[in-house]
Each structure stands twice: as C-alpha cells, then as structure tokens.
C-alpha cells in the first residue's frame, strides 16, 4: 500500500485535494503498521509468494528468537517451519498466490513451529492474504503464541498423574510429590525437609536430583529450611540470588553445593510449620508467579500427606495400647463374628486354649474351646444370634478344667445391626470353691446348733433383719411361719 501511495505522490500535475488523501492514507498507514509492529503477544510475519519475509514485528522476536535484521529476505521456512511441515507450507503458498481476494487463504489451527535455538513453539495460526491491484499477494502469518498454556497444560497432567499415583503410604507419597515438582519446575535440586523436634534434626523426606555425598540429616542451625520452620509464616521464602547473604557462610548445602537461588514453601501440621518444600538452584534464577503457585500447591499436599501421616499414627498408638490392655486382661476374651467364627483373641485365651495367639484367629469357636461339632445347650452366644441381645451363663468348661461364668455382648454394625458378639469367660472355679467352702460351713454349724437344742438369733444393725432359727421359736412356743423376719415383730413377740 505504501508503494502505491508513492507511486501517486510521484506523478505529474496531480491535484492538492489528491495529496491530502494521499497524505491521510500514509498517516493511516503508519498507525497501521505500527499497531501491527508492536500489537502485545501476537507475532505477525509477513512475506511474499516464494516464502520470503517483508514483516517482523516485536513478538515475532520474542515468540521466535530471530531479530527483525535477521529475519528480513530470509524465507519463511528456513526461520521457523519444522522439516515435516515443509511439504505443507510449501502447497500453502501456492494457495496463497491463488487468492483472488483479500482475507484467510488456509483454515486456523494450533501448530508447532522453531524457535531459533531449537525448540519447538506452539501457536495458534491465522493466515491471510492481502490481495494488491499490481502484483501477487502479501501474505501473513499471524501467530498467537501457547506456550504458557501448553505448559500450563502439561502441569496439570503431570500433577494429575502423580495425584493418582498416591497410595496409602505418606512417606512414599511425599517422595512422589517431591519428584513431581522437580520435574515441574526444575532447577539443581528439589527437596522437603523436615525439622524432626524429638531428635532436634532437620531430616531430608524427599529429595529429586540428590546431590553426590549429600547429608540426609543435619543440626538444623544454619540452614535456610530452618528459616522457613522458625518464621512461622504462611508465605513462601524467595531468594532469587544468594550472593551476599549470610547464607554463603551458614547454610552447609549453599557452601557445599555453591546454591545461588532458593524458594521454599512452609508446610504445617496442627497448626504449627514443620517443614520446608524447596526448590534449589546454582544459579540465580527469577521465580515466576506459576512456579510459586506450583511449590505452594504442592506444599499443601505434603501438608495434607504429614496430616494423613499423624492420624496413622495416632491410630498405630492407639491400637498398640489398646493391644496391650486386650492382652493383659486375664479374662478370656474373643471376638466372634456371626458363624462363630474367632476374629480375635487375647492372649489369655491362647494360653489357656493352648493355641498361638497368631493361629487363633479363623477357628470355629465351640470346636477349639468345647472340642464339639456344634454349640452346647448352654451357650450364650446362640441366644445372642436369635434375639441380638447380651446374654449370660454359668458352665463347667471341661477343656478348661473350671467353671466360668460367660458373658456375649453384641457388636451393632452401623445401622444397628449384630455383626459379631464379645466373648468374656471369667474364670469363677475361686469362687464356686470358696461358696462351697461356705455352704458346708454353714451345713455343719447348723448340724452343731441343732444337736445342742439350742435357741440363736442375730440381728443385722443395718437393716434390722432378724435372723432365728427353729429351735429359738420352739422354745418361746411359736412356728417359724407367718412371723416377719424384723424388729418390731421380734419385739411384739417378746414384749406382747
């Protein structure tokens, strides 16, 4: 367009009012190349017919490397089009030479273009012909560059990938996650350390890329990761560059390892910073505001892994002292499900039974405790499978040698339901011996009392009862029969 303007501001006798339009078109003209020259984020190449390149704007530069002076003449195809595409835009120039009007010459699409160092770039791409009265077209390639997306894209998939890789191991999962960041964002080194305040440490979780003859664990003073656990705060820790700061004098790993750049995310647990998701680098390096988010995000799932950490272990305590407690009961103590079968025992009942405590689970009850093929008359835990409820008996166990009194209590499932029944056989031979004991005591001393004829009454302080036995109403003249057992009948009788 500006060859022909020229064209008509070189010709003979033209009238003023022509060169004022010629002079508002070259003013129009001018916006408009200089809003094509520096239009943010679109990269806008223009060339002829054969491929040779008359336009490249400021992104162009930017998107792919080559400077305007480098670009300018050179063909297309040798700047920026990868070798399988070749044979493509070779046929899409020939189209574009056919184009008897202005506008697209080739449908849109995402294509995968070079960068001058090498690398592929990924843009979506218009092209569009400007049809001229003399001469073949122009065409352009306007370009929108999808770097930050595709590689928005290709973090999501690989935080997607390792999301489902986690499994119930929280240790191995913080290793994943470290791993996962690593490759994200790369850097020299990639690491969660963690301050363990029983051992006074600062303990390496997680590492990607570890270093030769790195320490695992360390006195924590010195250490930027110490920083971050004693700062308390919610914020990463940015240092871009490292050169200057005490750190080249206190952190073993920046002198070691000459770091210069460092960005460290807190994780927490109950509340309190426990550790430190960092990504280390030799050289200094500016963090964009996507890496930052990306070491947070994963901080946080550390975070969420230390806590899954913490209730497995406050579960595994629980269960040891709950263990200990269900071992150190003397009581024989089972836990049966529905068809009798043991799901466990505690080591009372092993030891009685005779059975190792890690065989026991599995077997039918009434066979290893009754020695039978199916429940005796006596048992409490049929009763329980009929009406749901607690139930208790007395019985002889002969392969126990003694008589126990056996108690089933059920256990609900959540809707309420019996899923299982407590077995508890408290071991009463004592106590049935000491009742005997007792009960021929008593037998004898009654035997004694009676053979001397002699009349005995004793009174309970506490509750007034009057005990007599028969000879004590014989020998006032009345039966045992009809006479209340308490004080004011004793003394209505004594005192009529």
Same mark, same amino acid.
């Given at each position: ?21 010629? @002079? ?13 020259? !520096? ?8 060339? +002829?017919? &054969? ?21 300018? *003449? ?19 120039? %020939?189209?574009?030479?056919?184009? *008897? ?37 122009? +065409? ?10 595709? #590689? ?27 791993? $996962? ?18 051992? $006074?440490?600062?303990?390496?979780? *997680? ?6 003859? !790195? #320490? ?14 004693? *700062?308390?705060?919610?914020?990463? /820790? ?31 647990? #109950? ?14 390096? =500016? ?19 230390? @806590? ?10 629980? =269960?040891?002292?709950? %263990? ?6 003397? &009581? ?19 030891? #009685? ?15 290893? /405790? ?15 499978? =009929? ?16 008589? !126990? ?7 609900? &499932? ?12 408290? &071991? ?8 005997? %004991? ?7 001393? @009654? ?5 001397? =004829? ?43």
């Amino acid at each position: 367009m500006n060859k022909i303007t020229e064209r008509k501001n070189k010709s003979a006798g033209k009238p003023d009012d022509l060169k004022i339009m010629d @002079e508002e078109l070259l003013d129009r003209d001018k916006i408009f190349r200089e809003l094509m020259e !520096y239009i943010p984020g679109v990269s806008i190449q223009g060339y +002829l017919c &054969d491929g040779t390149v008359i336009f490249w704007n400021k992104a162009s530069e930017e998107v792919y490397g080559y400077t305007t002076r480098e670009a300018l *003449g050179k063909k297309l195809e040798d700047l920026i089009i990868p070798p399988d595409l070749k044979p493509l835009f070779r046929k899409a120039l %020939e189209e574009g030479k056919k184009a *008897g009007r202005s506008g697209e010459f080739l449908p849109p699409g995402e294509l995968m273009l070079l960068h001058k160092d090498g690398h592929p770039v990924p843009v979506y791409s218009i092209h569009t012909a400007v049809c001229v009265k003399e001469g073949e077209p122009l +065409l352009f390639c306007i370009d929108v560059d999808l770097s930050e997306r595709k #590689k928005s894209e290709e973090i999501i998939t690989r935080l997607n990938r390792c999301f489902l890789s986690l499994g119930a191991d929280s240790r191995k999962n913080i290793q994943l996650l470290v791993e $996962a960041a690593g490759e994200i964002l790369g850097g020299s080194c990639l690491l969660y350390n963690r301050y363990e305040k029983e051992r $006074a440490l600062l303990c390496t979780w *997680g590492i990607w890329q570890e270093p030769e003859g !790195y #320490k695992a664990e360390d006195k924590p003073e010195g250490h930027i990761c110490y920083d971050v656990i004693r *700062g308390k705060g919610e914020d990463p /820790v940015i240092i871009e560059d490292l050169t200057g700061t005490r750190y080249e004098k206190t952190d073993p790993n920046v002198i070691k390892y000459g770091l210069k750049s460092y960005l460290g995310s807190p994780v927490r647990l #109950k509340g309190s910073v426990v550790g430190s998701f960092c990504l280390c680098d030799v050289k200094p390096r =500016k963090f964009t505001g996507e890496e930052i988010k990306v070491i947070g995000m994963l901080a946080r799932a550390v975070a969420i892994e230390e @806590e899954r950490l913490w209730i497995h272990q406050a579960i595994e305590r629980a =269960k040891k002292a709950w %263990e200990l407690t269900f071992d150190t009961i003397p &009581d024989l103590i089972m836990l049966v499900d529905n068809q009798y079968r043991i799901t466990r025992a505690n080591r009372a009942t092993a030891d #009685k039974l005779g059975i190792p405590i890690t065989e026991i689970a599995g077997q039918v009850c009434y066979r290893v /405790v009754h020695q039978m093929d199916k429940p005796p008359d006596f048992c409490p835990l049929a009763e329980l499978r =009929k009406d749901g409820r607690e139930h208790s008996t007395k019985a002889y166990l002969d392969l126990l040698e003694g008589d !126990y009194m056996i108690t089933t209590t059920p256990i609900p &499932d959540r809707e309420g339901n019996s899923i299982g029944a407590v077995h508890v056989a408290h &071991d009463i031979t004592g106590l049935k011996k000491i009742e005997k %004991e007792l009960r021929e005591s008593e037998e004898r001393m @009654e035997l004694a009392i009676s053979g001397a =004829k002699l009349g005995l009454w004793d009174q309970e302080l506490e509750t007034g009862e009057i005990i007599r036995n028969r000879q004590w109403f014989k020998m006032l003249g009345y039966t045992m029969e009809g006479i209340e057992p308490d004080h004011m009948a004793w003394q209505d009788l004594l005192h009529p």
